[in-house]
């Protein structure tokens, strides 16, 4: 793809403020020299925002107000100025209802946070899982020159010398407890071993998937996205970030001339063969919708489909983070996309050079790591999107995470209305299900819960796991945890919250999963279902006031992206009148 740079010299945004000798340059500049600020940096130089979600309660983002040292040094170097900016911080382990109700709250504020203040590029520090596509979504609508560097993922877990991964263990010994097989004392003891550095869950769960998607889109460096948090080459990695946003500024290098469909493209191929998080699928949607490209679920089933899942990590495999970057990380995954006629080689990067430019030469050090395609985990790896009359609008599986002998499986449904619902009953004794029903959670969604939590892979009942099984088919419009597996069906779409006809769906009734057919059927009459939908009336929509109620009533389906509906396309970055 040719990409013309900018000329430089040339004045850039932030000289509105800091250039000139107007009342108003000097209150924007002599401001700012409170903080010792030498004249010179305010001469012109690129100011370059360090966007830092760094949060004592995003403990997965806890380290990065150390890394952004790192990041200035960089800059510095390479002539701009680094101003730190505290932005708002979506963790997955702490924000209630779910991180995933303020993604778009986060997106709404760093971009006004770029768009209002004196920057001409930005560095977006994130890790934990929302705190990437936020961001990616507030760059994207700014389209301001902007480059991702991630925390780097935890170092391994381990507990009694077995490898064990954050989130994916988290469910395993939880259905241990509930199948008798482990302790509470042992999953107390097991909690330390989980986390046991600074950095993001360090299985392929989300916070990986989306360092992965960054750096497969072409809007972090090569190599960013599985070097561990505490390893010294992640502080190399921030100060080349630095260095290298200056340059992106010089020459004026945006995300709209990154992020085309055939960088979408290349990343929906590398989550397949990564085996990735399905909340891919949702940010990658929401992303799109800030640039204006045309993405779809048919984008992700039709680019997925043929990909083999070749990084052999939890929660599909058997490894983790840490050993995904000794292998050789991402760069050797792109390179075999390459090779297989899989990657849109053209495709510009942060770095100025092609997605396969910077892959080519790289080697793979670890074959039961990333595994050769024919050992793959799956040979379709991709997210595979299902249709029918409980899916009008689709909904998603993700076939590496799901036991095969469930992808093909019809089923009587045992029915939870909600979450609470759900909660109330699933250790009772005497409900009527066995491991051939199929469990349906309702009013999960981005309106119903609301935010979209994950809560699809939802526990199975006792009696059940007692018996030493582990999987039975499942079906929300809830997410999953990246770090989660199951054949688990999700985001079902319209949700049931806004009337789709899963809210419908009654304890008896035989629902028919077909995942080579990517069919999603409830075995109901049309005019039964109609007849259903028509006495159907919305009792999840509740919120009166503040932002939960912005949401509730503006969020739209998981099918398109959960965005508000006020928040997509690109509103640029143009310098707002002065007040002073
Ligand atoms: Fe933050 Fe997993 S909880 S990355």
Same mark, same amino acid.
């Given at each position: 793809m040719t990409f013309k740079p900018a000329a430089w010299p040339r004045k850039l945004r932030s000289q509105t403020w800091f250039g000139g000798t107007s009342k108003d340059n000097i209150y924007h500049r002599g401001w700012m020299k409170n903080q010792g600020f030498p004249p010179d940096l305010f001469d012109g130089r690129p100011v370059i925002g360090i966007l830092n979600t760094w949060s004592e309660l995003t403990p997965c983002n806890a380290h990065l107000r150390d890394l952004a040292e790192r990041v200035k040094h960089g800059i510095y170097e390479a002539g701009g100025f680094p101003v730190e900016v505290p932005v708002f911080s979506a963790s997955e382990s702490a924000f209630r209802p779910t991180a995933m109700m303020f993604r778009n709250l986060a997106a709404m504020a760093v971009e006004e946070a770029m768009r209002g203040q004196p920057m001409d590029g930005c560095v977006l520090m994130v890790g934990c899982d929302k705190t990437t596509p936020s961001l990616l979504m507030a760059a994207a609508s700014t389209d301001m020159p902007s480059i991702v560097v991630t925390g780097g993922p935890m170092l391994n877990g381990y507990y009694k010398n077995e490898r064990v991964g954050s989130g994916t263990h988290l469910w395993k010994f939880s259905e241990a407890v509930k199948a008798g097989t482990m302790t509470k004392e042992e999953f107390v003891e097991a909690e330390a071993s989980m986390s046991r550095s600074p950095g993001s869950c360090n299985t392929m769960g989300t916070a990986s998937t989306m360092a992965s998607m960054a750096e497969a889109l072409g809007m972090a460096l090569s190599g960013n996205a599985a070097i561990p948090a505490v390893d010294s080459r992640r502080r190399v990695m921030a100060q080349l970030t630095g260095r290298r946003i200056v340059q992106m500024v010089k020459d004026d290098l945006k995300p709209s001339d990154i992020l085309k469909k055939e960088a979408f493209e290349n990343a929906i191929r590398t989550n397949a063969a990564i085996g990735g998080s399905t909340n891919?699928?949702?940010?990658?949607?929401?992303?799109?919708?800030?640039?204006?490209?045309?993405?779809?679920?048919?984008?992700?089933?039709?680019?997925?489909?043929?990909?083999?899942?070749?990084?052999?990590? %939890?929660?599909?495999?058997?490894?983790? %983070?840490? !050993? =995904? =970057?000794?292998?050789?990380?991402?760069?050797?995954?792109?390179?075999?996309?390459? !090779?297989?006629?899989?990657?849109h080689k053209d495709a510009l990067t942060v770095s100025g050079e092609t997605a396969w430019d910077q892959v080519k030469a790289v080697q793979n050090? &670890?074959?039961?790591?990333?595994?050769?395609?024919?050992?793959?985990?799956?040979?379709?790896?991709?997210?595979?999107?299902?249709?029918? &009359?409980?899916?009008?609008k689709g909904a998603v599986l993700k076939p590496s995470a799901a036991t095969p002998a469930l992808m093909q499986h019809r089923g009587r449904a045992v029915v939870f209305e909600d979450i609470d619902d759900y909660k109330a009953r699933i250790n009772d004794e005497d409900l009527d299900i066995d491991e051939t029903c199929v469990m349906v959670l309702k009013n999960c969604g981005p309106k119903g819960y609301p935010g979209m939590a994950e809560v699809g892979n939802m526990g199975l009942p006792p009696k059940i796991l007692r018996k030493g099984i582990t999987d039975m088919v499942r079906i929300s419009d809830a997410r999953m945890s990246g770090t989660a597996f199951g054949t688990v069906v999700l985001h079902t779409s319209p949700e049931a919250a806004a009337g789709g006809p899963l809210a419908v769906v009654q304890s008896g009734d035989m629902i028919e999963l077909d995942v080579a057919g990517r069919r999603l059927h409830l075995e109901v009459s049309d005019a039964e279902l109609a007849a259903r939908l028509a006495k159907w009336a919305p009792s999840h929509i509740r919120a009166e006031s503040g932002y939960a109620w912005l949401h509730q009533q503006h969020v739209e389906g998981a099918d398109t992206g959960a965005d508000l509906d006020f928040l997509k396309g690109c509103r640029g970055n143009p310098v707002g009148k002065d007040s002073h």
């Open positions: 891919a699928v949702i940010h990658l949607l929401a992303i799109a919708g800030r640039v204006g490209i045309d993405l779809t679920l048919e984008d992700w089933d039709r680019c997925g489909r043929d990909v083999p899942t070749i990084v052999n990590l %939890m929660p599909s495999g058997k490894y983790l %983070m840490e !050993e =995904f =970057f000794y292998a050789g990380g991402l760069p050797v995954v792109i390179k075999r996309l390459g !090779e297989a006629g899989l990657l050090y &670890n074959e039961d790591v990333i595994l050769p395609a024919e050992k793959a985990l799956t040979q379709s790896g991709g997210v595979v999107v299902l249709k029918g &009359n409980l899916a009008p």
